[in-house]
């Protein structure tokens, strides 16, 4: 049984920062990543690792956001800075990206958390 408990969202003005977590409990893969949707809008990946564990992002985050990962405690971060208000959205980890690739190409993942609220005022 596969669970994903994000952490670490909240209100921050634009400029700030945020650190988003994911233990995973259940999930020893590397296929992990980050994606956020707002409502109304399609879920957008924002970053991940591909099947040689090198990470991607969307473009709309490149040389804001970082993603890691500490392996031996089964952990995803997020590193998220100078964060805009269109950076709002409730932000999801997910594990198994499928197809396991850069995250402009990931369609959807199997496993799923239930997601962290980020505000940008």
């Known amino acids: 049984h596969v669970q994903l408990v994000e952490s670490g969202g909240g209100a921050v003005q634009a400029g700030g920062s945020l650190r988003l977590s994911c233990v995973a409990s259940g999930y020893s893969g590397v296929c992990m990543g980050w994606f956020r949707q707002v409502p109304g809008k399609n879920r957008e990946g924002v970053a991940g690792?591909?099947?040689?564990?090198?990470?991607g992002y969307a473009d709309s985050v490149k040389g804001r956001f970082s993603i890691s990962k500490d392996s031996a405690n089964n952990t995803l971060w997020l590193q998220m800075d100078s964060l805009k208000p269109e950076d709002t959205a409730m932000y999801y980890c997910?594990?198994?990206?499928?197809?396991?690739?850069?995250?402009?190409?990931?369609?959807?993942?199997?496993?799923w958390g239930l997601g962290t609220q980020v505000t940008v005022s």
């Open positions: 690792f591909d099947s040689d564990s090198h990470p």
């Open positions: 997910a594990a198994e990206l499928a197809p396991c690739r850069h995250i402009s190409g990931v369609a959807s993942a199997f496993y």
